[in-house]
Structure formats: C-alpha cells, structure tokens
C-alpha cells in the first residue's frame, strides 16, 4: 500500500530565509508526488508534481521539489521564504496505475516570521 | 477561468437534517472528487465519479450519497447528518484517472452540525 510521511507537523522560517518542507513516501512501483498549498478556510492549491525526468521539479510560487529515489523523498523547497507563504502543505503521493486513490500526508504548517 | 466552484461556501445544519453540497467545474474534466477534511487534517477521499460511473470508497458511511446529473455538476448528500459529520468538504476534478493526472480543488464548503 502507498504513503506518505510528513515528518514535522510544524516548520518556523524567518522571512527572507531558505525554507524546506519535507516528505518521504512509500509505494510499489514508480510513484507520482504531488505537493499542495491550503490557506485558512480554502481549497487545496497545486504546486507542483512530479511524473519523470528531472529530479528536480519547479512550481508555482517560486516553490520547488527535489525527488530522490534512493531516500523516497519529495522535499518542498523555495530559497527565500515570504510572510505570505504561511499555510499547510500537503504531500501526495500515487502508484503508476492510476487506479489508486491519491494519498495525502498529514500536512505541515509552515509559520513564516517577518 | 476554468475552474471548480462550491456553494456554499458555509452550511449550518442541524442534527439529523439533511444537507446537499454542491460542486460545479468548468474544466470539462471527466473525473469528480469529494474528500471530507477535519481539523487541519489530511483530506479523506469519500468518493469519485469517472463520467457516470460512481466509484464509493470501502469506508464511507451510508450515510453520504453522492449524484452527478452532467459532467460540470456534482453533489454530495449527506442524508442525516451527525455531530461527528462536521467537517470541510472538498470538491475536485482530474481530467481521467491516470496516476499522473493532478486533481484540482474548489474553495470547499465548511458544514457545521448544531
């Protein structure tokens, strides 16, 4: 069976500062890892995935994810972290097939301090 | 802009009362979701439809019903709702069931059980 492990339930960056969210999953298989971004009292937003090819992975925002398929991680990354980016981040994860439903971590709320 | 819409977007309902969601997609994509998600938590898949074929997850209750009269609507009928039923429920759509099709979400309907 797929999964995902958000392993911080919290992450603290000061603005201005490198930031890193990270994930590591488990499925059969190659798998699909998919990022999002929920604000308070809103829908998930899309960020980024990743499908093949290059490992590291560009999305909205100036966000971006590194795959390693030698840890099963899909680590979110942005090199200057903004107030505004304060949220809970999900990672997702599903098996080739498809046929599966897509698996969400458990999230992580990112607290940016100005 | 194509995009997946809730209404509404606040429902107070009282207990044992029946309620309807409602979702609607201008994205033209064959594939509709509804995920329950409590408290901050990891969004939890109740069901999907791939066109008119409906697709209900092991472990949802009887208790939640779904219809999809067209492809750009769907609904969530929650035929008697309980306390433990208060929660955000989110809509989303894919354009088919790949692995690698990313599901995108509406603002979400936040339902509250008195």
């Known amino acids: 069976a797929q999964s995902v492990a958000q392993p911080e339930d919290q992450v603290n960056v000061a603005e201005g500062n490198p930031l890193t969210v990270k994930c590591t999953y488990s499925?059969?298989?190659?798998?699909?890892l998919f990022w999002y971004v929920q604000y308070p009292n809103r829908g998930l937003q899309f960020l980024l995935k990743y499908i093949t090819g290059d490992n590291l992975v560009k999305g909205s925002y100036g966000f971006e994810a590194e795959f390693n398929k030698s840890q099963t991680s899909f680590h979110l990354k942005k090199p200057s972290a903004l107030v505004s980016d304060s949220a809970l981040y999900f990672c997702a994860v599903r098996d080739y097939s498809g046929n599966t439903p897509l698996v969400f971590g458990k999230g992580t709320r990112l607290s940016v301090i100005a | 802009d194509a995009m997946v819409i809730q209404n509404p977007r606040y429902q107070v309902t009282q207990f044992g009362k029946p309620v309807t969601l409602s979702c609607s997609q201008t994205l033209n994509h064959n594939v509709m979701y509804w995920y329950q998600q409590k408290s901050s938590q990891a969004p939890k898949l109740l069901f999907h439809?791939?066109?008119?074929?409906?697709?209900n997850e092991a472990d949802t209750p009887d208790n939640f019903q779904s219809r999809r009269p067209n492809t750009s609507f769907c609904f969530l009928d929650i035929r008697s709702p309980g306390l433990g039923d208060a929660a955000m429920y989110l809509c989303?759509?894919?354009?088919?069931?790949?692995?690698?099709?990313?599901?995108?979400f509406g603002p979400g309907t936040r339902l509250t059980v008195l």
């Open positions: 439809y791939y066109d008119k074929d409906f697709n």
């Open positions: 989303a759509t894919s354009r088919a069931r790949e692995g690698t099709d990313t599901q995108y």
């Open positions: 499925v059969s298989g190659n798998p699909y």
